[in-house]
């Protein structure tokens, strides 16, 4: 055993290990992020990803349009949904809301839809009388009998009024107007859907009224161009040109 004492450490050495270890415990802490941080910052990009259009990304959702309508991706740039419709106008408990806008897009959606397929049927089936064999839906305006356009009239003014009595003035929600599933309803197909098969297919019918609406205007358009009906340019779009009879003429033979 060497009983020489010691020498005492050296102030400088030691302060010397307890710097180095605090730059080691920094440098580590660094790489690793305060945990209110990492949830504050979390929160606030779920919070934007909620606020912001499903269908325009890059906007933010319109504050009345918070998903709960069939069909709501939270667009509206031209802003109706921040101006609800005046209680008088919508009946019901008296309190602003988006019913109105709905019934109308509802409406205009179903209407574009019959005008859709009442556009192209008669070209493959209609009654067989002169007056019913215009092809053009606006030229047969002023070829069909006149009786026929009172009865469609009509047909159109007491659906309306039941429309407004139901829904507009009444407290039933929109496009409510009797049919289908439901207490009450007339059901002749028997339709019976869960919750989810209901909603699922109230979304159906939006997003196809909005599709025909636009579809009504592209045909109301190219009939006013054209002059015929839309299955007439569909069948002569697929026709062979004329043209293509004088091709081998320009090519030598067994091409």
């Known amino acids: ?23 080691c415990v920094a440098t580590a802490y660094a790489f690793v992020g305060r945990p209110s941080a990492v949830r504050s910052s979390s929160v606030r990009s779920m919070k934007m990803e909620e606020e912001m259009s499903t269908a325009l990304p890059f906007d933010k959702r319109p504050i009345n349009l918070d998903g709960s309508l069939p069909g709501d991706v939270g667009f509206d740039p031209a802003g109706f949904s921040n101006n609800p419709p005046l209680p008088w106008l919508i009946g019901g408990d008296g309190a602003r809301s988006l019913k109105w806008y709905r019934e109308a897009e509802l409406v205009h959606g179903r209407v574009a839809m019959l005008a859709f397929l009442g556009w192209i049927t008669p070209e493959y089936l209609h009654i067989p009388a002169p007056v019913f064999e215009e092809k053009n839906p606006l030229a047969a305006l002023y070829t069909a009998p006149g009786a026929g356009l009172v009865q469609i009239s009509m047909a159109i003014f007491l659906i309306e009024v039941w429309r407004i009595k139901r829904v507009i003035r009444g407290d039933k929600e929109a496009g409510d107007l009797g049919l289908g599933q439901g207490e009450g309803r007339w059901n002749p197909l028997k339709l019976s859907f ?54 081998p003429s320009f090519f030598p033979e067994g091409i």
């Open 194 to 247: 869960s919750d989810e098969e209901y909603r699922l297919m109230q979304v159906r019918e939006i997003k196809h009224g909005r599709l025909a609406m636009f579809g009504i205007l592209g045909c109301i358009l190219q009939a006013k161009a054209s002059g015929v009906g839309v299955i007439t340019q569909l069948g002569s779009a697929f026709s062979v040109p004329s043209g293509r009879d004088q091709l």
């Open 1 to 23: 055993g060497n009983d020489e004492p010691q020498p005492p450490p050296n102030p400088g050495t030691r302060k010397m290990r307890v710097l180095a270890l605090a730059a």
